[in-house]
């Protein structure tokens, strides 16, 4: 296991140190990428500061609220049209559309309707957070062998157990990698959500830094996404791990 | 009194564009408390037959009476177990007999327990079944079926992968159930020794398509002794009219 | 003179009502720029901050930006200079409410929310408004939104006021018929935009910037000249409408000219407004990166 | 078949009907939300005058450009990490964090790197269409039954052949799904793509009427987004049900 | 020669934190061009010797000798038939025969048709696994085993999912190739019958933990005469070792 951590350790320790040197030796303009230490730095005072504090802890709970709606919401009607080949007909197609549609284009109708407040900035992160587990969930029923439908049939499973008991554990390895996807779309929306009269919030300060030419604060900001993002999803692969244990599948060449 | 009559049963596959006809004019009745045997070659479709049966199938003509209704879903009181194990690949060897129970209930607990000594797995009751042997997995969608309790059990050759030994010991644990229960039993299985041992009468199939070739009826007592004169020359009518001498 | 041709100077355009962009439709620029054998590359960067990134990635050589977005960049040590000024017009920025509102004067505004682009020369003007009218700035609420945003939440009525620039200003001016109730003359105080040239450019090639500004000057000139002429090509082109366009111009007015003292001063007042915002962490001396010396060869 | 159609279009219908209705008796704004006849009408004109068939005919090239390289390198890394354990300690979590990286907060190393033309434009597009491939490959190739790659082993598949004949055959169900959802995110991502230097696009067709409040070409815009996508993605699902014929899988309650 | 030899195999599985020893102290070598069945009750290791015989499982201790070399994976001349079908269900009957061979090739095309009448499923080339019954794809899993003409077969109740007819013809089907062939066969089966018709030796096994119990020589001519004194009386003793009466 600690194997596992060093060598994934390698390639992003490889990139800081080519970057420290690319910044040394000022291949690039420093007010494009400001070296690993400068952006130390910047992030050290921000802590001091208790702005990235901040702005990290609204933007949890943003995404937080959001992912966990957007989500639900998803494995709901995913479960629903799923489950229905008429539910199938009368509501994908309409869903399909949505999903393509661009957030940033749709920022004024979303403050026109809920303002700029939280709602607005949680409806963006939602539906980030909704699509891909809605299609992972859809297409994760649609995957489940029948065989074992019929023997739920067979067992008199209520529909309701057959959907809970049989069709979500077999479909539960596509509802995982849905919601692993959808927590980087909801964290990534961020950006745009934070866009919307926000005044704090780590895409806000992005969004900001921007503004301003603090570029070693808009990497500060990148680099906190990346990690976050990094660290939840680190957490639904540990919970995909235990909760798909019984599976007897390929684990690359070797593995065995 | 005819616990399910089947009328000119016809089956058919779409294969591409042609039509497979894997079941022409079927007629049997079975009795309540009785056990019919389905013997027949590989592909002939005695388990498209007893799909039917089962209700899992409805894309068929003719017409088939369970308990005096027509058959439209799998119903309540049947057993069915199918020719691949179908365990549920996520639940215990316990949680899969229990798929339908609720475990927490003593009285359920006790039949888990009686049920798993019967189809001799204690010990394996926390295994999943990728940890479990062909035979075993076998032995737990017995277990399955019959914590049910069913009125009738549908059989898909549920003894295929058991050895000698165990095999004589689930027959014999069935009639046991069925003197016990007074089910009804309809089971496939490609032993013919088998099929004599158990059954009161016995289907024999032919293939493409799948017909009915006769129906011979084992007029003896339970247990029956495997090496009676009775016995043999039962199994070697059974025989004689499968062409296999 | 195959090497000369191969140069090529990179302007900023922008779809704006601006003769900055009656240069670019008219191909002036292409005209001036062939006389000393370079070729004009266009690209479209919307913002200031974008704008000056593209500066300092060296994808950018001239262009037209606000008041605010240099001030950042100087701080950020981006290599570039203010070479004139675009507009002096007050009216450029201004706080509007809607018709019907009981928002009468500056005073009203006691407790209101107001859409503003926090640290931009909105929220510069707001702030001194405010103070002329004898506001504190704590007893409004500022809601930081984008043009955009702010104008689909101004609209939908969840906010007051707005503070906004052009061409949002003139926009909702006749689209809503929004009443502006303080704006620069109020208090006498201009936001300028400016011509920017990347440092590297004008220093290395003084003739770019001086071509760059001759064409702004004849675009400029001819705007004032034939202003009905140059309405009628913004509206076909940009899709607005004339008494939009007209405000605009009105608003904005439009010229050329060295960043004189007074405009300095401004300029360098902006910059301590930014720092007392937080917006900056430290003041930089705006004098440093302004270069008259082209925009008054051209004027003479 | 022809009822699926029809049943998928009652909610799109309904939609627009509310919406007109809604503009009819001017419950909102009309500058924020132009009925619908508006943007019909303002689509003719733009199909009219050319526009909109250059903007999407450039956008499309974009996105299927980007989308093509995107989702190639998604599998083949998706495919490279998924058959080895090693090579998964060592890219994956790095890849993971570049999963996490916002678009926007990038845009200006793109243009330092890659300045305004299209290969910017294209990158922005093709990491977009990478991530849900890569991710979808990855954990597909991880979901294959065991007992397959055994039968490859004592079939004596050579490694490739294994790769091509078993693994990927059966991680084909994510595979096409990974697809999908990049197609989606590909095309998304042109909003941010044509944010940098662009003059052409659908994207900068919805930014620039934006700048402009020329809301009913917004509109045009953000319909061609979702109907054009929705249109790829229905290809794809076509592909997905020939590919899969082979499967027996469940369809929905009473589907059988 | 001794192809095969097995010294002290012991195995076991990790059960949640205790460990299930499977296989205990397995010893016996296997002679070139011989058939050796392996009996006993289920679950007591049969398949995973099988396994580890193949050279899917590493994980034991002990020495097995394969040639003279000890097996590090699954090796060339091997077929190996699994206890369940195992089918590519994306590939047709014909290509899951065909899987690793250029089905372009005349030769394999010639020997394509050949397997397939063998196993009697002309006719259903082009369906697909779904579309089978389960004796059906035991029948396929035989072909793609046959196809590779193996130098050794390893199977594992190959003919558990057949009817008795189509059974004898498969077991006379590979007598027949073992003659043309001279090839080593090891055989799981159930079936002491099977056992006794088919293999020069009987290899008995005894359960938990996996052990050989007794090795039985068969030392009489093919073909064999299943109702011969001789047939009857190893039929007898091998049920004898096995407990079984
Ligand atoms: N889903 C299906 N689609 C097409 N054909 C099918 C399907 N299921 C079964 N068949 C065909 O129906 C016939 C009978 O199949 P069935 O499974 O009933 O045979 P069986 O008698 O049970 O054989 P076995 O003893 O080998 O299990 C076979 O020829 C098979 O190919
Ligand atoms: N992957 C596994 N993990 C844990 N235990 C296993 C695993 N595979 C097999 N076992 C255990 O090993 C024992 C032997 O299994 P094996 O499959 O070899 O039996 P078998 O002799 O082939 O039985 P059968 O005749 O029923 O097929 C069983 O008790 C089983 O539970
Ligand atoms: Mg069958
Ligand atoms: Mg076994």
Redesign the pocket.
Known sequence: MNKKYIVGSILPLLLIAIWQLVSYFEVLPVQMLPSPIDIVEAFVNLVKSGTLQENLYTSLIRAAVGFFIGSASGILLGLIVGNSRFMEFLVDPSVQLFRMIPHLAILPLLILWFGFGEPSKIIIVASGAFFPVYINTFLGIRSVDYKLIEVSKVLEFSRSKQITKVVLPAAMPNILLGIRMSMGTAWLSLIVAELMGATTGVGYMISNAREFSQTDVVFVGIIIFACVGKITDSFVHILEKRLLRWRDSYQGVNAK | MAILSIENVDKR???GKES?N?LTNINFTIEEQEIVSII????????????ILAGLDQDYTGKINFDGKPISEPGKGKGVIF?EHRLFPWLTVEDNICANLNKRDEDVQQRLKEVIELVKLTGFEKSYPKELSGGMSQRVSIARALMRNPDILLL??PFGALDAFTRKHMQDSLLDIFNNRKMTIIL?T?DVEEAVYLANRIII?D??P?TIKEIVSIPLQYPRNVVSDEFLSHRNKALTILDYT | KSKDSEKVVTIGSQKAVTPYYLAKEKKWFEEEFDKLGVKVNWVEVQGGAPQFEAVSAGRIDFFVTGNTPPIAAQNAGIPFNIIGVASTGQKNVGIVVKSDSAIKEISDLKGKKIAVAKATAAYDNLLRLLNHGGVNASDIEPINLQPNEAKAAYTGGSVDAWVVTEPFLSQTIVNDKSRVIADGSTIDYTSPAYYIGRKEVVDKHPEYAKAFLTVIKKATDWQAENLDEATSIYTSQLGMNTEVVSKVIEHVNFTLAPLDDKLQKTQQGVAQFLYEQKAIDKVPDTKQITNNQYVNEVLK
């Open positions: 596959f779409l294969k497979l894997v027949g070659p590989s592909g002939c479709g005695k388990s498209t037959l007893l799909r020719q898909d050759e496939i490609h199939m293939s493409r799948g």
